[in-house]
C-alpha cells in the first residue's frame, strides 16, 4: 500500500468520475476532431493512450458513427488497470450494433512499445499473449456475452508488476482484439499487414501522466513516443491539467510550498519545438485551450446514492485532481486546524477544474 500510487486507488477513481463531469467535457472538446476526420478513407485508425472507466472511448465510437457511417475504424485503447479494461469492455457490445465496421483493440503496453504489439511475438523478452475475439450473431445481448468471456483470459495475463522503485508495469504484454464475423473481409486485412499499418490519424492523450512531472519527463516519456505513432497528417490531442482554478487555491492552502501543477501548455509546446523528436517530419502545434468541467451538484436535501457530495466528498475530489501522495495526506490529516481551514474554503467556493 505504501507504494500505492494516485491513480491506482479504486476508490478515489470511482468517486472523482461519478461526482465531476470530466468525462463529458473531454468526449466534447474531442468531437470537433472526430467530425473532421478525413472522409475519403477507407479506415481510419484511433488510439485512447489511456481508457480509463472506457467512456471517453466509448463516446468516440459513436461520435464517430455520426459523422462517418460507412468507414471501418481501427480503435486501439491502452489501459494497464484491470478494473478500467473490464469496465471498458463492458461498454463495447453496443457500440458495434451502432457502428458494426469497427475493431477495438485493448493493449496494457508502455507508449514506446505500441508500435510493436500486434507484430512482435515478444516485447522485452515477454512473449506476446494476444487473444482474438470474432463476435457471432447480431445483437448486443450475445455480444456481450461473448465479450465477458474474455475474463480468463484478462485474470490469467493482465497482471501488473511492482518492481523495488514502486514502477508499475505489465506481467505480460497483452492484445486484444474484437471485431464482428460478418464484418471480418474488410478488418482482418489490417491484422495482417499491422506492423505497417500502426500509425494513427487521431490520438488521444487524457492526463496520461502526472501533473507534477517536470515537462521533459512528460515529453520523453509520453509525448513524443505518441507523437512518433501519428500519420503524416495525425493529430495528437492532449489534454493536461494546468491548474489556475478552484482547485489549485484550495491545494495552496493545504500545502503553501507545493506547486502541484508546475508547468503549462504553452511549456510543453516551447519544449517540443526545441527537440528535434528524432525525425524529419515538421508538427504544427496548435494553440492551447482551456476549458472547464465541475463537480456536479444535487438537488438540496438529496441523499447521496454512491460516494456523497459533501465536503470530505468534494476533498477527495480535489486531492484526486492534484495528484496528490499518500504520504503528504497523511501528514496533512495530523494537522486537524489545517485541515479544518482547507473544508472551510471547500464549504465557499463552487469547485471547478481547469485543463487545458
Known sequence: MDKKRFYDDRLKYLSFIQNTNEKSKISEEIYPFIKALPKNKTYIKVLDAGT???????????SFHKYHPNTSLIITGKEISYEDLKNTLHK???RFIEHPNLMVTMTNVKFSEISQIGSSEKIKNKKVKAFNLILKNNNSFD?????TGLESFVKKYWGITIDKDGKTSYSHPCLIRIYRADYKRYLEPFI????????YDLIIASQAYRAASNVETKVNSVIKPLIKLLNRPGKLFITHSCGNDSVEKILRI????????????K???EFLKKDNLDTDYKYGFSKPKAYHFRYKKVPDETISELFGHGVDSKWENVLYAGQIPEKDINELNNKPS???KVKNAIMKDEIFFKPS
Open 338 to 340: 489545517l485541515v479544518k
Open 192 to 199: 495482417e499487414k499491422e506492423d505497417e499499418t500502426f500509425n
Open 143 to 147: 455480444f456481450n456475452d461473448q465479450i
Open 92 to 94: 463495447m457490445s453496443d
Open 267 to 269: 511549456d510543453l509546446i
Open 254 to 265: 493545504a500545502w503553501k510550498n507545493k506547486n502541484p501543477f508546475p508547468n503549462k501548455a
Open 52 to 62: 480509463g472507466d472506457g467512456t471517453i472511448k466509448s463516446n468516440l465510437i459513436k
